[in-house]
Nanobody
Framework: QVQLVESGGGLVQAGGSLRLSCAAS????????MDWYRQAPGKERELVAV???????NYADSVKGRFTISRDNAKNTLYLQMNSLKPEDTAVYYC?????????????WGQGTQVTVSS
């Protein structure tokens, strides 16, 4: 079992910045990939950024050049630095961890943190 707890959300004006954190605990050794997703009201959850244990990253086109995903393996913490925020970035942001123990692959989600960008 893996537990994920996000923090760092809040209200910010357009053009501002926020840094989200996701602390992982439990059986963290099985984690292979950690991602950030978001879900805006009335919309489906979408992938924002991905980082593998090897440090490879990938981003949604809508956030490229503005968001940076990083991972501190020593602290078992995932980060999302969000700069030049836009009102359309308003959403609940979720941390995701993909966990493989050699037999099965499991999905773990955090509880979400609200990000609101005012115009």
């Amino acid at each position: 079992q893996v537990q994920l707890v996000e923090s760092g959300g809040g209200l910010v004006q357009a053009g501002g910045s926020l840094r989200l954190s996701c602390a992982a605990s439990g059986d963290v050794i099985c984690i292979s990939t950690m991602d950030w997703y978001r879900q805006a009201p009335g919309k489906e959850r979408e992938l924002v950024a991905v980082i593998t244990t090897g440090g490879s990253t990938n981003y949604a086109d809508s956030v490229k050049g503005r968001f940076t995903i990083s991972r501190d393996n020593a602290k078992n913490t995932l980060y999302l630095q969000m700069n030049s925020l836009k009102p359309e970035d308003t959403a609940v942001y979720y941390c995701y961890a993909g966990c493989y123990d050699g037999l099965r692959f499991d999905d773990y989600w955090g509880q979400g943190t609200q990000v609101t960008v005012s115009s």
